[in-house]
């Protein structure tokens, strides 16, 4: 399995100028873990995961510490303040390398490119799903890639 076929395509990215408010928005609601930063020209210059935005956005609670409220550290307004490297494979990438390439690793969704430019993710999640197909998808599937052939010499 390669990574064309369960990457999630078109990507969505933020620039690294963006609010951090826009990036929380945008993964808030389309249920993302992470977020490529682009530039101008839509190459991976950084990547935002949820788990670095949330524990910079989230102030430790006063009640649970010997600390006065107010008195945190400073909060960073612009994705580039606080975004890593870029993670990033390309589509012709085998899922197994890459699966065993991730564990342990600190990205777990990984920015796809194309001659230097974005044009999807993939994470586990991507993989878990290609490897579950119902039996209505696996039908769907199997028609389609024999939709040339003649259907009513065979059934599925």
Known sequence: ???????????????PEAE???ALQIMAERRISAL???DESHAVVGTLA???????LLEPDWRAHEIHPGSGRPIASA?????????????????NELM??????AHQTLAVVRKG???GVVSPGDVLRALWLDDQDLIGDVRSAF???DQDQWDI
């Open 1 to 15: 399995m390669l990574v064309r076929e369960i990457m999630s395509a078109p990507a969505v990215s933020v620039r």
């Open 20 to 22: 951090l408010e826009e």
């Open 36 to 38: 490529p930063v682009v």
């Open 50 to 56: 949820e788990v670095v935005l949330v524990r910079h």
């Open 79 to 95: 994705v580039r303040e606080i975004m890593h490297a870029p993670a990033t494979t390309t589509e012709s990438t085998d899922v």
């Open 100 to 105: 065993g390439s991730l564990a342990g690793e």
């Open 117 to 119: 430019r974005l044009v």
């Open 147 to 149: 939709h040339d052939y």
